[in-house]
């Protein structure tokens, strides 16, 4: 069974903008992943934070994460039509990843 | 180095046939997981390697489904007497150790059961 929702499911804008995707979870964490996939196939790691953990940065990448409300959200700043992809987040608990149901983004050049 | 790499990358077969999918992990790397994605039910967890410890099976979805990891390396998939719905992607991934490490994937093996 999924861990959690991912919202939302699809998400369509113009290269520059910037694009928002949150996950809800339902138990307790040791970290919070996320992850893009390509055409249906191989995963990505992206970044990683722990539940001690606020909020993180990795280049155009923010996360947050919010354990009181089991909540995260991934923000990706000046989109590339690269990063046309399917993003999910995957919560660890006892060592295997549980993922969201996944967000569809379409960056349109 | 190396990535995670599968094989076949895809696979056709009849319902009722056995089918074997193969891991290579990145060399080093302890844990071994297999995951499942299919339209239906995004991707699912099947099981867990890490070192010598118990596999964690809880994820398998029958007990036509089995895998094994033989020397701590490459694993199998082993599904006995394909059925339609186990048609999917089969994802494998390896990370450093099972703690908090993130997961490494290989490209996947596409099934698909006639």
């Known amino acids: 069974s999924q861990q959690g929702e991912e919202d939302p499911q699809a998400l369509s804008i113009q290269e520059g903008e910037n694009a928002t995707m949150n996950c809800s979870y339902k138990t307790s964490i040791n970290n919070l992943q996320w992850y893009r996939q390509n055409s249906g196939r191989g995963l990505v790691h992206l970044i990683l934070i722990r539940s001690n953990e606020r909020e993180k940065h990795s280049g155009r990448l923010r996360v947050t994460l919010d354990t009181s409300k089991k909540s995260s959200s991934l923000l990706i700043t000046a989109s590339r039509a690269a990063d046309t992809a399917s993003y999910f987040c995957a919560t660890r608990n006892t060592g295997k990843l549980i993922f969201g149901q996944g967000t569809t983004l379409q960056v349109k050049p | 180095g190396a990535g995670v790499s599968q094989s076949p990358s895809n696979k056709v077969t009849e319902k009722g046939k056995d089918v074997e999918l193969r891991c290579d992990p990145i060399?080093?790397?302890?844990?071994l997981y297999w995951y499942r994605q299919s339209l239906g039910q995004g991707l699912e967890f099947l099981i867990y390697f890490q070192g010598n410890s118990a596999p964690d099976k809880s994820g398998l979805p029958s007990d036509r489904f089995s895998a094994e990891r033989t020397g701590g390396s490459v694993s199998t998939l082993t599904i006995q007497r394909t059925q339609q719905e186990d048609s999917a992607v089969y994802l494998c991934?390896?990370?450093?150790?099972?703690?908090?490490?993130?997961?490494?994937f290989g490209p996947g093996t596409r099934l698909t059961v006639t």
């Open positions: 991934a390896s990370s450093l150790s099972g703690s908090i490490d993130e997961q490494y």
């Open positions: 060399s080093g790397h302890t844990a």
